[in-house]
């Protein structure tokens, strides 16, 4: 178990705005940061961070916490995991105890594949350094691609010994899981006897963006075996090859910071430049770029630039990766390396400023890359010369920027040598049939809601109690109370005065003088918490509050506390729409608040009196003088608010 030392240290320490800063990229939106949605594929930003209140809210997915409820949702830590990754990332010493069997047996299937693969990791990296098969064909080869000793041991490098089931068998004497060893895709049974899947390859851990091992993939260094080059771990829980970026761990800080993504062929493109200096820059593993992947370097820029081999292979998979990241919103750029020349062998020739300039100089944008391409084969040949054409119109009409795509048809018909209306004309057809084949599918028709939506006004102002008590619970403020009086004339009068209490105070004993209960289960629990955490300790830290709730109650806090900044979202202030500042207000917003649900509870016992009355009884004469008399409770609460009620 972890010390509670160690656990409030990482409170006091961490800040949420760096922690989803590792993830998210984050731009200043007012005293908030906001950003692309990591847990939806979304175009305009609907996630906000709170610096001030340590806590972050996805509006698209609902989703919300503090730094602890971010790693737990978007890299499926168990809450340990999360404080020790907090505690390594703000260099806090964790004090714990070792887990016992029973707690290792309680582990769940994913945590187990992610042990197992950590311990695979180790394996490989010990077995490149200090065994002497490692060190002859393993370091050696690795040492021949140019890697230095850091760059090997920072990338976790590594070899599996060609025995058949060396790692295996080492790895049941040590107590793993015969059932996760296969489920990792890292040994095979055969009867019982165990076959190492990556035997005789170097190893390339593949780490998730938080750095943890998903999988591996190793390369073959014997080219007499008939088998494939490279070999990469199978599908599992925790690895997913469509969903994984290689060298994203390493170059999610340098993508965001730098505004560009560079992506590759290779895992030694990666390391090579990232070695040289070349640190934003990731590898799709061999696979065909996916969806998926273009969608996590989203969220740490808009800008992706594509290396690529110049052989035909090279230009096909590029051309295939181009409409996809076009249609996400984003802009791509592409730069060929000379020809029988790939990232890593470029790379090693050449200075960190060669480099730089080179990829400056040669990056293009898709429209000059296919008219490149066009140069290169026969920019003479009339037929090719429209088919390249079309293909780019094609690619401009998956933008969903319509200034973009207009822009690109101008740019298009310079390069080309095309007139615009042309241009617009056959990018106009396109949209046009796009828009006939939507058309001829099957809508779902969506009922229009209607203009009179009841609104559940207790609800409402039940979480408007709350929020003010998360936000302003511990704040001293004055307040104008009123004292009934009788005047010479027999009337009763109100008679104002200041009195200066703190918010959580004058909340519970108004509510307590009115015997006035929650009717929101959750609002109740949440308000007798927030209550009894203020009276014992004079303050209300957040974060730790949060942290203290169950994973509904948390959301409902997450939602009251965010609400407020989802205006931000919408850049009011630069449209000269400012809003209100609660802080300034903060009197004023609990006197009505409570006034409202004083009033709003009047009125339903009043009409629960008029009910009574509607039936007979012998007691209708008490019952109308007690309607009379709420409605004189009402006529007061409404001079109060200055308002009719």
């Not at 920072?154 to 058949?164: R, T």
């Not at 190492?196 to 075996?225: K, Q, T, W």
């Not at 008939?226 to 771990?233: G, H, Q, V, W």
């Not at 000379?338 to 400056?360: A, M, T, W, Y």
Request: glycine residues 4%; hydrophobic residues 35%.
């Amino acid at each position: 178990m972890i010390s509670k030392n160690t656990i409030d240290k990482v409170f006091e320490q961490s800040r949420v705005e760096e922690v989803v800063g590792d993830f998210v990229q984050l731009k200043k939106a007012g005293s908030n940061y906001k950003g692309l949605s990591p847990f939806s594929n979304e175009k305009t930003p609907s996630f906000v961070v709170s610096p001030v209140k340590q806590i972050w809210k996805d509006f698209s997915s609902g989703k919300g916490g503090n730094s602890i409820a971010f790693l737990m949702e978007h890299e499926h830590f168990t809450y340990p995991e999360a404080i020790k990754y907090l505690a390594k990332k703000y260099n806090i010493e964790i004090e714990e105890t070792q887990l016992n069997n029973e707690d290792k047996e309680k582990a769940s299937e994913r945590e187990s594949l992610y042990i197992v693969s950590e311990f695979a990791k180790d394996f490989f990296k010990k077995c490149l350094v200090d065994s002497q098969e490692g060190r002859t064909i393993g370091l050696s080869y690795f040492q021949e691609r140019g890697f230095s000793n850091e760059t090997i041991d920072d990338f976790d490098l590594g070899f599996s010994p060609k025995e058949m089931g060396y790692f295996s068998k080492i790895a049941l004497k040590k107590g793993y899981d015969k059932n996760f060893l296969e489920k990792t895709g890292l040994s095979i049974f055969n009867n019982n006897n165990p076959v190492d899947r990556f035997r005789g390859r170097v190893i390339f851990p593949i780490h998730s963006m938080s750095g943890r091992i998903l999988g591996f993939g190793a390369r073959i260094l014997n080219n007499e075996i008939k088998t494939a080059k490279y070999l990469n771990s199978p599908e599992s829980l925790i690895y997913n090859k469509s969903k994984v970026l290689y060298g994203i761990y390493y170059a999610k800080q340098h993508i965001a910071k730098l505004d560009n993504c560079y992506i590759v062929e290779g895992y030694t493109d990666v390391i090579q430049l990232h070695q040289k200096g070349i640190k934003n820059v990731v590898s799709s593993s061999g696979t065909a770029l996916t969806n998926d992947q273009i969608t996590l370097i989203r969220r740490l820029t808009p800008n992706i630039t594509m290396l690529y081999d110049s052989d035909k292979a090279g230009v096909n998979a590029t051309l295939r990766g181009i409409d996809m990241i076009l249609s996400a919103g984003m802009n791509v750029s592409i730069c060929a390396f000379p020809e029988g020349q790939d990232p890593d062998s470029f790379s090693q020739e050449r200075s960190i400023e060669e480099i730089k300039d080179f990829l400056n100089q040669n990056s293009k944008d898709f429209i000059q890359f296919k008219a490149s391409i066009l140069a290169k084969k026969s920019a003479d040949d009339p037929i090719l010369k429209a088919k390249i054409i079309n293909e780019i119109v094609s690619s401009v009409s998956v933008i969903p920027d319509r200034i973009k795509q207009e822009i690109y048809v101008k740019h298009c018909s310079k390069i080309m040598d095309v007139s615009e209306d042309v241009l617009f004309n056959s990018l106009a057809q396109l949209n046009k049939s796009e828009v006939s084949f939507l058309s001829k599918r099957k809508v779902t028709k969506i009922q229009k809601t209607p203009k009179n939506i009841k609104v559940d006004i207790l609800f409402e102002l039940e979480k408007k109690i709350i929020e003010i008590l998360l936000l302003y619970g511990n704040h001293k403020e004055k307040f104008e109370e009123v004292i009934l009086k009788n005047n010479n004339n027999g009337e009763i009068i109100m008679e104002p005065t200041i009195v200066e209490s703190l918010v959580y105070e004058k909340i519970f004993l108004d509510l307590q003088q009115d015997e006035i209960e929650f009717a929101n289960e959750s609002f109740k629990t949440l308000y007798e918490t927030i209550i009894h955490e203020l009276q014992k300790n004079g303050k209300l830290v957040l974060d730790v509050f949060l942290n203290s709730l169950d994973s509904d109650l948390s959301t409902h806090v997450t939602s009251i506390l965010m609400n407020e900044d989802q205006y931000q979202l919408h850049d009011w202030f630069s449209k000269n729409i400012v809003v209100k500042d609660k802080k300034k207000v903060i009197s004023q917003l609990v006197s009505e608040t409570i006034l409202s649900l004083r009033s709003y509870l009047i009125n339903e016992k009043v009409k629960e009196l008029q009910e009574l009355t509607n039936k007979e009884s012998e007691n209708n004469n008490e019952i109308l003088e007690e309607i009379t008399d709420y409605y004189k409770l009402k006529s007061l609460l409404s001079k109060k608010l200055n308002r009719v009620l």
